[in-house]
Structure formats: C-alpha cells, structure tokens
C-alpha cells in the first residue's frame, strides 16, 4: 500500500480511454502528465475495439465519454463489469445530468469528471486506483489467511485422530503374539496374523497423517511487526461494524521476531475478531498495541489486544484454549487454541486479563528472536496454487480426503476419485485436469491403463505416482516424459507440495 496520495506515489499505470475524439484524449492525457502520474495510454471508439483491448491487456483505469457514435459510455461500462468487478471506470464527458451520474454509479462506474473542469481528474484517477488496489490486496489477505486457518485446523484434528488411533490400535499390535504363545492351532495363527497385518495398516495410515501434518508446517521468516500489524489493520477493517473503532498505537520500526508470518497473522486476527465479537452489541474500541520489554534471557516483544467488550467470568477463562470449547453458537473453539500453540511453539506465554462488563486483554510476550533462530535452517516454502485442477485417484478414503484437504488448503482445485473409472467419467464431466496424481494400487483400471486413457483423452500434463520407484509404472506403452515424479507411501506433504510445484513449473515452461 502507498505511503502518500500523491499521484505519483502509484507507480506506472495502464490507461484505456473510450474517446472518439483524438484532441479531446490528448488534454486528458496531458493534464494526467502534468499532474505527476506516470502512465501509458491506449485509445478506443468503438465496441470491438474495447473488447479487443480488455482482451489483449491488463489496464489500471479505464476513462469513457459517455456518448460516441455508434457506442455509449453506458454500453463500455457494462462490457467492462462483464469481465473485470473491480477495474476502475471514470466517466469524463462534457455533460452529464445529475440523474445520469447517479444512474452510472449504480451501474458500476466509480466516479465522473467534466471536461470543462479537468483539474478534478487527477485525484479521481489516483483514488480509484488506490482503492481498487485496496480492495484486492484485502482479497489476497483474506484467501491467504483462510487457506491458513483451513491447513491449521487440519494439521490440529490430523495429529489429534493420529495420536488416538495409535492409541487404539496398540492392542491390535500385541495381542496376536500372545495369541501365538497361549495355541498351536494353526486357524488361531491365521487369525492372529490377519490381525496383526490390519493393526500395521492402521498404525500406517495414522503416520501417514503425522507425515502430512510434518510435510506442511510452513517455513520462518524474520516479521518486522510494523508492517504485519498494517497487514492486521487492513483486513479487520473491511469487517469490523461502524459502532467498533480499530486503534493501533505506533510501534517501533525495529520490532522484529522469527517466526511464520501466516501463523504470526492468523494469531492476532483470532484474538481481535474475538474481541470484535464480544463487542457486537454495545460497540467500544478496539485497541492493538506492541512494545519492547527487556528481560535477563533477551528482550521480549509485548503485544496487547484490548476490547471493552462484555468481558469473561473465572470459569470461561479457565476453559479458554481447551480444544473445541466455545462461547460462540457456530464456534469451533479452535481459534485460541492455534494463538496459544503458535505462542508455545516460540516458546512464549499469553496472559489474559478479563472482568465482566468490563472488556477482555490477551497479552503476548514473545521472544524478539526465537531460540536457535540464527542457526536453524529457514525451512522450505512452496508456491500458492492459483485454482489449478489437481486430479487424485487413490483408493484409500483417508489418504485421499488427506491429500485433498491440503492441496485445497494450498490454493488447487482438487478432482478426487476412488478408482480408474471413477476418474475418467470426472473428466467426461468437468475436464481435463493440469496435473494427475495416481495411486499404483488403483482397482477398475490400472495406473497404466489410466494413464494411456487419460493420453487418449487429450490429457498431455504431467502425472505423479504414488508407489514405489522401482515398481513397473514406467512401462514400455507410455511416452518417455508421462511420470513426473513418483512419491513413496506413506506421503510426505512436503514431497507432494514440491512434486506439484515443480510439474507446475515444467508445464507453463513446455
């Protein structure tokens, strides 16, 4: 986000202007010039040429008369909206009746100037962009931090149901030798030992949830805690109601810690939107502030969420990061649950000051620089999917639901099916996909088969197994180039997110 309003502080941008008239496009464009704005322009007159040009370029702004020959100002702005919701559309005309200006600001448009007055069209500019940029960076925030709340949430119930299955499944594991050691009877060891291949499979299945919940721990960086607590403001501010006021004092610029920035952002808006909540019907202030406190083990940074909300009684802060409690009807108590383990991961504590009526403060004391941060490696990142089509045919449920969890949580479009036939009527239905991930051990078809079918398709992406390396997936009927990558089981998130990311790659470079 810009530091000033200046006109200048935007950057280059791309001007469209809709204007049959040439003399009349090169004022605008002087007086833009003049005004400091750095910018190209592109001139249109008539609807195809508008069509041609949204087409064929990204712009910042778009600058439409109302009337040309043939056209309308009303007929661009319609075929703008049709394609792009947020891409900024001034009308600059002659004239424009008041009942005409309000009209065009229903339609979409976001403001209007007059010709005879073009000294107002700069900062129109400069203020429909910034708000249109605004706008897309809160978007951007607020995917990223759903997708993290998504993968968070995930990782939590994944460890949970592994460490209790394991549990579970213990007995399964012991018994059949002791079932061995009490009979000779050779039905009673047959039974022991399907017994024992089922408690292996399970204990399987649940390190392969532990494995996933490993793979997809995100790296650490160093956060400069000025810059994420603009990040904070921007995207509470586009939910928090009118009667609620969002104060954040200044901070020093030399705040820094080590730690995951998505989890670091995900912590502060858990606790402000829970003061948010407690605040839903009477309003108040909503108060973010963070400050260095120096301590014998290292200075420490001091952070402060403070609401005048309803407040809690004893009992409720006693319960307060128990998993799944709530005060809230359609809660999932998950929310503090994920502060407090993001703050025990950095070996920090929070301390919760709350009286009824009187409002709630969560206080974070976390080390200004995690231990051992200087010398632990930064850990690998993987790039956000933008929505591509992952096809997953795998026969076991849990791997599967697994894996499509956290390739949705990591921006993909997971297609999920059980078998080799499954996956072909998916395609029949909703198309070809960018990347396949196949199971070795898929039943109706075989990995093979599915593969040299997905080519007859019209299928020509690349394809990760999942197996082993040395199995005969590589066969003589498939294109030298059909297996991307093989990934042994139980799976690695790591492995897979990597996999895809480079397959990705590899297909946008071919």
Known sequence: MQSNGTPSSLGPLSVLMVEDCSEDAELLSEQLLESGLQARFHRVDSEPALREALARERFDVVLSDLSLPGFSGMEALRILRERDAELPFIFVSGTIGEETAVDALHRGANDYVLKQNPARLPNAVARAVREARNARERELAEKELMRSQRLDCLAMLAAGLSHDLRNVLQPL????????????????HRLSSLI???????????????????????????????????????????????????????????????????????????LALNGVQSMKERGGELRLSARRVMREGGDQLCIRISDRGCGMDANTRARLFTPFFTTKPDGTGLGLMSCKRFVDSLQGRIVVESEVGQGTTFELHLPLRAPGADGDAAGERFAVGNGQRILLVDGDGTRLSLLANALDSQGYEPQIAVDGAAALRLLAREGLPSVAIIDSDILMLSAVSLLLALRDAGFDGPVITLGDPTDPLRHDALPSDAVAAVLQKPLQMSAVFRAVEVALRAREAA
């Open 173 to 188: 594991l012991i018994v059949p030798d002791l079932l061995n050691s009490y009979s000779d009877d050779p039905n009673i």
């Open 196 to 270: 024992a291949e089922s408690g292996r499979r399970g204990h399987e299945m649940a390190e392969s949830m532990l494995a996933f919940v490993r793979g997809s721990h995100r790296a650490s960086e160093d956060v400069a805690v000025a810059q994420l607590f603009q990040a904070v403001q921007l995207l509470l501010q586009g939910t928090l109601p009118r009667d609620i006021q969002l104060v954040c004092e200044p901070l020093e610029e030399d705040l820094v810690i080590r730690c995951n920035y998505i989890e670091f952002q995900q912590c502060l808006v858990n």
